[in-house]
Every structure is written in C-alpha cells, then in structure tokens.
C-alpha cells in the first residue's frame, strides 16, 4: 500500500526566508486559487482554461491565434481547449469574415451558459477568498496585481527552458 500524495505545504507553513518572494507568495495563492476554482468548476463540466477561452471569445470576433495572444496560452493549448470545447458543444470554429484561411471561435448558446455559469462561481470563490482581507486591502491587492499584469509582468521573458502556463495536475 502506498502513502497517499502530499500537497504543496500552506502558505502559513512556509518558511520564513520566502515571506517576502513576490514569486513563491503567486504561486502558492495561484496553487491554492486554482484548486478552488476547479472544484468550483466541476459540475459544468468545463475547465477554468474553457471557461477563460470562451468568455474571451464572447468579447469579439477572435480568431485562435487571436485568442492565444490574449490570454497567453500556448498554440497546443489553444487547439487542445477548442476541440475539448467543439466536441462538447459549446464553442465552434467558423470562417473569419475578413480572413478566409482564419477561423473564428464562436460561442453557441450553451457555451453561453457555462460563461454566465462560471463567472458567477469565479465572482462567488473570488468574493469567498477575498472576505478574509478588510475591504481596503482587497481593491488594494486587485489593483496592484492588475496594475503588474498589464506593465511590468505583461510580457513573459524568454527562458530555457521555457515556462509552459497549464492547470495544476488532477490529485
């Protein structure tokens, strides 16, 4: 019989020296973060990444490699995402009205669930998690994360190897 898999230790249990680690702090609330949210995101049978691809492709007629530049997916990912998202109905590719070798992703009326679905359980782990911080820090933490997203970390260095974005691995 084999012991049973550990998760990453909380962030409370983390030592002392990473207190300050702007890059250990994000991933340890990103791990617990996206735990959370695809718990949360179980019973519609859609991931995080669909959901975050479909809602974007509500917001325009975006072709996928439009799409992967907005939420800085990788290409495999992106193509990966639309056939899960295809073969379950909710999105499809259809020809771009501007570009006949591109295909834009449309969102179907189911699709359209699931993205109004998700953002009311995004708005209900983010309201959750966001409770513990008094009201003053949690617009605080918003915009300053907001504000490194779209400046200083809007661009991902290159690397070797590189980083790949993924969501953490089903326990």
């Not at 250990?24 to 617990?32: E, G, I, P, S, T």
């Not at 590719?93 to 969102?107: E, G, L, Q, Y």
């Not at 966001?130 to 300053?144: H, I, K, M, V």
């Amino acid at each position: 019989m084999s012991a049973p898999e550990k998760s990453p230790p909380a962030a409370a249990d983390g030592p002392d020296c990473l207190a300050g680690n702007l890059s250990w702090l994000l991933a340890q609330a990103h791990y617990a973060l996206a735990s959370e949210v695809r718990a949360a995101f179980a019973p519609l049978g859609v991931s995080a990444r669909g959901y975050h691809v479909l809602a974007a492709a509500l917001n325009g007629e975006h072709t996928q490699t439009e799409l992967v530049e907005i939420l800085g997916l990788d290409k495999t990912t992106m193509v990966v995402t639309i056939d899960e998202l295809e073969r379950d109905g909710l999105a499809k590719r259809r020809p771009s009205k501007t570009d006949r070798r591109a295909r834009v992703i449309a969102v179907t009326k189911a699709g359209e669930s699931v993205v109004d679905d998700g953002r009311r359980l995004i708005d209900r782990v983010q309201d959750d998690v966001l409770a513990t911080l008094p009201a003053r820090e949690r617009d605080a933490l918003l915009d300053a994360l907001g504000t490194l997203v779209r400046g200083r970390l809007a661009e991902q260095v290159e690397c070797s190897p590189p980083l790949r974005r993924r969501e953490p691995r089903a326990a």
